[in-house]
């Protein structure tokens, strides 16, 4: 069974470690400088040739208020006027973009993240659908995976309602903790009443889904407490739920200088929640997708997992990966075939570059033969805990134990230890590895050294 979890604390200890969560491979650190627009538009063309279907990442980077945990590319202020400019260089964007593009190609999703993307007003998200409808292809039947992300203290019904007549379909909500302690030690005051309001909004404007994101590990969280969040939140019904692992790192992420880290829950803790949580998630239902990701098991990623169309890019787990992705926005990454890239992170610089009439292309990479297998491997463990020897020899024309012959010790070890099955044939991922899958994954990382594993959040 894809949701069999075998909890061993011992084993959680020994192999938990700061990694990548791969929502690509190689991951975005390793993008660099000598990437810029020539090569973006170069990859268009080629997408353009072969008419493949597209994703589409739209960032919207204002809240109105910093929750202390954010690690997002964001801009807090209550200035509503400053979404104008930045309004204006995503239709320079856009206009570029489509361009080097053929109507023919369909938009299959469409995601809007943030920052807070309801941050916008109403005229403002119209206008903005209506730009993204005249530069692509984006469909008009409901057929598409179209989400945004919603902070519920930022929308209401009429907010939902017209999201849902612009064409979305799903959405995600930010909740993180139910617990008034947690969300003051966050700065994140968010009542159940204003959740449930929207989820109820979702349900009766018929959303195909809806996703609702929650954080182990803040301060002043306690097993308890959190297991009467999670109570709550199961009682609405979300079709998917997130449970992400707090990463404290004030030294690379200044909102988090504001959380006093003794009140950050022990180690035991913290392991105490998360291992609570998957308990209370499977006995309501939920299977575990992977990477910190449930599913009701009528979910379509529950679906496409069983019958191995499950797939994860830039947005995440999507039955979407055979798309091309392109990001738009500060900050947005794009992935083109072969090719990575990244816009300016800086709003201020992306503004001007797009207002002089050039891309903002920061920094990318092109991946390699060898980052080719790596991925497929890679996609295969975090998409369906396995990996079929066969299909990556016959893809890549390799032979994978010679290929692998390095990290085959680790690999033995770990079927010792009883996280994998290693046979002839492939690797099966057993219910004690499940949740060190990430860690399974860095074997295969060719990228990943120990300097470059401080820039990511433990495993567990």
Not at 350 to 362: F, H, R, V
Request: negative net charge.
């Amino acid at each position: 069974m894809f949701d069999t979890i075998h909890w061993d604390t011992n084993l959680i200890r020994r192999y938990d470690q700061a990694g990548p969560r791969y929502t690509s491979y190689p991951t975005a650190g390793q993008m660099h400088s000598g990437i810029g627009s020539f090569e973006l538009l170069h990859a268009l063309r080629e997408s353009r040739k072969e008419l493949r279907p597209l994703s589409l990442y739209v960032h919207v980077p204002f809240c109105a208020h910093v929750c202390y945990y954010c690690a997002c590319n964001k801009v807090i202020t209550k200035d509503r006027g400053r979404a104008q400019p930045y309004l204006r260089a995503l239709e320079h964007e856009m206009a570029i973009i489509g361009h080097h593009l053929d109507r023919r190609q369909r938009v299959e999703q469409l995601h809007f993240g943030g920052g807070t993307p309801t941050f916008l007003s109403h005229d403002e998200l119209r206008h903005l659908m209506s730009q993204l409808r005249q530069h692509f292809n984006l469909l008009d039947d409901d057929s598409g995976d179209y989400s945004i992300e919603i902070d519920p203290r930022e929308a209401d019904w009429s907010t939902m309602g017209l999201l849902r007549e612009l064409g979305f379909n799903r959405i995600s909500l930010g909740v993180q903790d139910l617990d008034p302690a947690v969300q003051r030690a966050v700065n994140r005051l968010q009542t159940l009443e204003e959740t449930r309001s929207i989820v109820e909004a979702a349900h009766t404007l018929q959303f195909r889904s809806v996703n609702i994101d929650l954080i182990y590990g803040l301060p002043r969280q306690t097993p308890q407490g959190f297991a009467l969040t999670l109570d709550e939140i199961i009682a609405l019904q979300p079709d998917r739920l997130a449970l992400f692992n707090y990463a404290h790192r004030p030294e690379r992420f200044m909102p988090q200088r504001r959380i006093d880290s003794s009140d950050l829950p022990s180690p035991a803790d913290k392991l105490a929640i998360l291992q609570g949580s998957i308990a209370q998630l499977s006995a309501a239902g939920y299977r575990y997708i992977g990477m910190d990701h449930f599913a009701l098991a009528d979910d379509e990623l529950a679906s496409a997992q069983e019958d191995g169309r499950l797939q994860r890019n830039f947005q995440g787990y999507t039955t979407h990966g055979h798309c091309d992705l392109i990001g738009l926005g500060v900050s947005a990454i794009s992935q083109i075939g072969d090719l990575y890239c990244q816009n300016d992170s800086e709003l201020g610089q992306y503004q001007q570059t797009l207002g002089s009439g050039q891309l903002a292309t920061q920094r990318g990479l092109h991946c390699n033969a060898d980052d080719r297998v790596r991925r497929a491997v890679i996609q295969q463990l975090i998409c369906h805990f396995c990996v079929n020897f066969a299909e990556i020899e016959q893809a890549h024309g390799i032979q994978f134990r010679g290929y692998f012959a390095e990290i085959w010790p680790q690999l033995e070890q770990m079927a010792r230890d009883d996280l994998i099955d290693l046979s002839a044939t492939g690797i099966d991922v057993r219910p004690a590895g499940r949740l060190l899958a990430r860690s399974l994954c860095m074997l295969f990382d060719h990228h990943l050294n120990q300097n470059s594993q401080q820039r990511f959040s433990r495993v567990i």
